[in-house]
Protein backbone atom coordinates (compact mmCIF):
# COMPACT_ATOMS: atom_id res chain seq x y z
CA UNK A 1 0.00 0.00 0.00
CA UNK A 2 2.93 2.16 0.75
CA UNK A 3 4.71 2.09 -2.55
CA UNK A 4 1.70 2.26 -4.48
CA UNK A 5 1.14 5.37 -2.82
CA UNK A 6 4.71 6.63 -3.20
CA UNK A 7 4.10 6.01 -7.20
CA UNK A 8 0.95 7.58 -7.22
CA UNK A 9 2.39 10.35 -5.83
CA UNK A 10 5.64 10.53 -8.57
CA UNK A 11 2.92 10.32 -10.95
CA UNK A 12 1.12 13.20 -10.01
CA UNK A 13 3.65 15.42 -10.30
CA UNK A 14 6.03 14.33 -12.78
CA UNK A 15 5.37 17.44 -14.75
CA UNK A 16 6.02 20.39 -11.58
CA UNK A 17 9.19 21.67 -10.96
CA UNK A 18 11.70 19.17 -9.33
CA UNK A 19 13.12 19.54 -6.11
CA UNK A 20 16.41 22.15 -5.67
CA UNK A 21 18.29 18.56 -4.92
CA UNK A 22 17.73 14.91 -5.61
CA UNK A 23 19.32 14.25 -1.83
CA UNK A 24 17.65 14.37 1.61
CA UNK A 25 19.78 16.27 3.76
CA UNK A 26 22.72 15.29 5.97
CA UNK A 27 23.21 17.74 8.27
CA UNK A 28 21.28 20.05 10.43
CA UNK A 29 23.01 22.83 8.52
CA UNK A 30 21.78 21.45 5.31
CA UNK A 31 18.24 20.60 7.04
CA UNK A 32 18.20 24.47 8.14
CA UNK A 33 19.35 26.13 4.89
CA UNK A 34 16.59 24.28 3.15
CA UNK A 35 14.06 24.84 5.62
CA UNK A 36 14.89 28.54 5.49
CA UNK A 37 14.75 28.87 1.58
CA UNK A 38 11.09 27.15 1.56
CA UNK A 39 9.60 29.31 4.44
CA UNK A 40 11.00 33.03 2.46
CA UNK A 41 9.56 31.53 -0.87
CA UNK A 42 6.14 30.95 0.95
CA UNK A 43 6.38 34.15 2.40
CA UNK A 44 7.58 36.97 0.56
CA UNK A 45 7.19 35.50 -3.09
CA UNK A 46 3.66 33.75 -2.60
CA UNK A 47 2.44 36.04 0.66
CA UNK A 48 1.93 32.97 2.97
CA UNK A 49 2.43 34.06 6.45
CA UNK A 50 1.52 31.21 8.44
CA UNK A 51 3.70 28.11 7.58
CA UNK A 52 4.96 25.46 8.63
CA UNK A 53 8.17 23.45 8.47
CA UNK A 54 8.03 19.74 9.29
CA UNK A 55 11.41 16.96 9.85
CA UNK A 56 10.15 14.36 10.84
CA UNK A 57 13.49 12.90 11.55
CA UNK A 58 15.15 10.94 14.91
CA UNK A 59 16.19 13.41 17.34
CA UNK A 60 13.53 16.00 16.16
CA UNK A 61 10.79 14.35 16.23
CA UNK A 62 8.95 16.26 19.79
CA UNK A 63 6.26 13.17 20.36
CA UNK A 64 9.80 10.43 20.96
CA UNK A 65 10.36 11.70 24.19
CA UNK A 66 13.24 9.58 24.46
CA UNK A 67 15.41 10.79 21.58
CA UNK A 68 14.04 14.05 21.23
CA UNK A 69 16.71 16.82 21.47
CA UNK A 70 15.35 20.22 21.93
CA UNK A 71 18.62 21.78 21.52
CA UNK A 72 19.10 20.74 17.71
CA UNK A 73 15.52 21.52 17.14
CA UNK A 74 15.89 25.27 18.26
CA UNK A 75 19.08 26.20 16.27
CA UNK A 76 16.96 24.71 13.01
CA UNK A 77 14.36 27.29 14.49
CA UNK A 78 16.74 30.49 14.81
CA UNK A 79 18.56 29.63 11.58
CA UNK A 80 14.75 30.55 10.17
CA UNK A 81 14.41 33.25 12.63
CA UNK A 82 17.55 34.87 11.75
CA UNK A 83 16.84 34.20 7.90
CA UNK A 84 13.54 36.37 8.06
CA UNK A 85 15.29 38.98 10.44
CA UNK A 86 18.04 39.72 7.88
CA UNK A 87 14.94 39.30 4.85
CA UNK A 88 12.86 41.95 2.74
CA UNK A 89 9.61 40.65 4.28
CA UNK A 90 10.25 42.11 7.69
CA UNK A 91 11.09 45.74 8.84
CA UNK A 92 14.52 46.52 10.03
CA UNK A 93 13.28 48.09 13.71
CA UNK A 94 11.27 44.79 14.03
CA UNK A 95 12.15 41.49 15.84
CA UNK A 96 11.44 37.87 15.38
CA UNK A 97 10.62 36.27 18.43
CA UNK A 98 11.47 32.59 19.16
CA UNK A 99 8.31 30.90 21.15
CA UNK A 100 8.90 27.64 22.54
CA UNK A 101 5.86 24.89 23.45
CA UNK A 102 6.65 24.83 27.55
CA UNK A 103 9.01 26.65 30.12
CA UNK A 104 11.10 23.24 30.29
CA UNK A 105 11.91 23.58 26.54
CA UNK A 106 13.14 27.00 27.04
CA UNK A 107 15.08 25.84 30.06
CA UNK A 108 16.25 23.44 27.91
CA UNK A 109 17.24 25.33 24.55
CA UNK A 110 18.88 28.35 26.57
CA UNK A 111 22.39 27.56 26.13
CA UNK A 112 21.83 28.37 22.07
CA UNK A 113 23.32 31.47 20.94
CA UNK A 114 21.21 34.71 21.86
CA UNK A 115 20.43 37.02 19.07
CA UNK A 116 19.61 40.59 19.78
CA UNK A 117 16.74 40.64 16.83
CA UNK A 118 15.68 37.22 17.90
CA UNK A 119 14.03 37.34 21.55
CA UNK A 120 12.74 34.10 23.12
CA UNK A 121 9.42 33.76 25.19
CA UNK A 122 6.90 30.78 26.07
CA UNK A 123 4.04 30.12 23.82
CA UNK A 124 1.59 30.91 27.22
CA UNK A 125 3.35 33.62 28.75
CA UNK A 126 2.33 37.26 28.51
CA UNK A 127 5.41 38.28 26.97
CA UNK A 128 4.83 36.10 23.89
CA UNK A 129 3.00 38.68 21.64
CA UNK A 130 4.34 42.26 22.44
CA UNK A 131 4.22 45.52 19.99
CA UNK A 132 8.06 45.13 18.92
CA UNK A 133 7.60 41.73 17.55
CA UNK A 134 7.80 41.30 13.63
CA UNK A 135 7.09 38.23 13.44
CA UNK A 136 7.39 34.25 15.60
CA UNK A 137 9.15 31.22 15.15
CA UNK A 138 6.94 28.64 17.60
CA UNK A 139 9.38 25.72 17.91
CA UNK A 140 7.11 22.34 18.70
CA UNK A 141 3.59 23.46 19.88
CA UNK A 142 2.54 20.35 21.53
CA UNK A 143 0.03 19.28 24.65
CA UNK A 144 2.02 19.15 27.83
CA UNK A 145 0.45 16.01 29.98
CA UNK A 146 0.18 18.22 32.92
CA UNK A 147 -1.96 20.69 30.75
CA UNK A 148 -3.04 19.12 27.51
CA UNK A 149 -4.80 22.29 26.20
CA UNK A 150 -2.91 25.04 27.12
CA UNK A 151 -0.47 24.90 23.83
CA UNK A 152 -3.56 24.24 21.73
CA UNK A 153 -5.18 27.76 23.55
CA UNK A 154 -2.26 29.65 23.12
CA UNK A 155 -1.64 28.83 19.93
CA UNK A 156 -4.97 29.81 18.62
CA UNK A 157 -4.33 33.26 20.79
CA UNK A 158 -0.96 33.27 18.90
CA UNK A 159 -2.57 33.11 15.42
CA UNK A 160 -5.03 35.25 16.00
CA UNK A 161 -3.00 38.51 17.83
CA UNK A 162 -0.38 38.15 15.31
CA UNK A 163 -2.34 39.43 12.64
CA UNK A 164 -0.67 40.19 9.29
CA UNK A 165 3.12 39.40 11.29
CA UNK A 166 4.66 36.17 9.79
CA UNK A 167 4.30 32.59 11.75
CA UNK A 168 6.28 29.92 10.95
CA UNK A 169 5.40 26.84 12.89
CA UNK A 170 8.14 23.98 13.27
CA UNK A 171 7.40 20.78 13.93
CA UNK A 172 3.75 21.72 15.39
CA UNK A 173 1.92 18.67 17.20
CA UNK A 174 -1.16 20.00 18.39
CA UNK A 175 -3.27 17.03 16.21
CA UNK A 176 -6.26 18.03 14.71
CA UNK A 177 -6.13 21.68 15.33
CA UNK A 178 -7.63 23.92 12.85
CA UNK A 179 -4.89 26.25 13.01
CA UNK A 180 -2.25 24.32 12.25
CA UNK A 181 -4.67 22.61 9.38
CA UNK A 182 -4.36 26.32 7.82
CA UNK A 183 -0.45 26.21 7.94
CA UNK A 184 1.20 26.46 4.47
CA UNK A 185 3.51 23.42 4.42
CA UNK A 186 6.31 25.23 3.04
CA UNK A 187 9.15 22.65 4.21
CA UNK A 188 7.97 18.95 4.90
CA UNK A 189 10.51 15.85 5.38
CA UNK A 190 9.62 12.41 6.43
CA UNK A 191 11.65 9.20 6.08
CA UNK A 192 9.34 6.21 4.47
CA UNK A 193 10.65 2.19 4.30
CA UNK A 194 8.63 -0.33 2.92
CA UNK A 195 9.01 -3.88 1.14
CA UNK A 196 7.73 -5.89 -1.97
CA UNK A 197 8.60 -7.99 -4.59
CA UNK A 198 10.95 -7.05 -6.93
CA UNK A 199 9.49 -8.83 -9.82
CA UNK A 200 7.17 -11.76 -10.35
CA UNK A 201 9.79 -14.35 -10.07
CA UNK A 202 11.21 -13.46 -6.79
CA UNK A 203 11.19 -15.32 -3.62
CA UNK A 204 11.90 -13.01 -1.33
CA UNK A 205 10.91 -9.13 -0.12
CA UNK A 206 13.04 -6.74 -1.15
CA UNK A 207 13.62 -3.19 1.34
CA UNK A 208 13.69 0.12 -0.06
CA UNK A 209 14.20 3.33 1.52
CA UNK A 210 12.39 6.40 0.33
CA UNK A 211 11.26 9.96 1.84
CA UNK A 212 8.87 12.36 1.09
CA UNK A 213 10.20 15.62 0.71
CA UNK A 214 8.81 18.93 0.17
CA UNK A 215 10.41 22.51 -0.84
CA UNK A 216 8.45 25.84 -1.37
CA UNK A 217 7.29 26.60 -4.09
CA UNK A 218 7.93 23.20 -5.49
CA UNK A 219 5.85 20.01 -5.15
CA UNK A 220 5.52 16.97 -3.29
CA UNK A 221 8.30 14.64 -4.58
CA UNK A 222 9.12 11.05 -3.45
CA UNK A 223 12.71 10.03 -3.34
CA UNK A 224 13.39 6.83 -3.95
CA UNK A 225 17.02 4.71 -2.81
CA UNK A 226 16.14 1.65 -4.06
CA UNK A 227 19.29 -0.07 -3.20
CA UNK A 228 19.69 1.57 0.47
CA UNK A 229 22.75 3.41 -0.77
CA UNK A 230 21.64 6.60 -0.18
CA UNK A 231 21.57 7.42 -3.48
CA UNK A 232 18.24 9.20 -3.99
CA UNK A 233 15.80 9.32 -7.38
CA UNK A 234 13.31 11.14 -7.71
Known sequence: MLLLLAYQIL???RQTPHLPTTQPPNTLTELAQLANDAALAALVQHSHNRISINANLHG????HHDSFRILELAKLAQ???LGLAQSTALKSTKNVKLLFSSAADAAAAATTTQYARVPTSVLAATT???PTDGAYVVIAPRPEPTAPATAAAAFHKLVQGA???PVIVVNPR?????NVADLCPAFHLQPLSFTFMADNLATELSRADACLMRCFPHEWTVLLDAERRREYEL
Open 79 to 81: HLA
Open 60 to 63: LEPT
Open 163 to 165: GSR
Open 11 to 13: ALH
Open 174 to 178: LGADD
Open 128 to 130: ALE
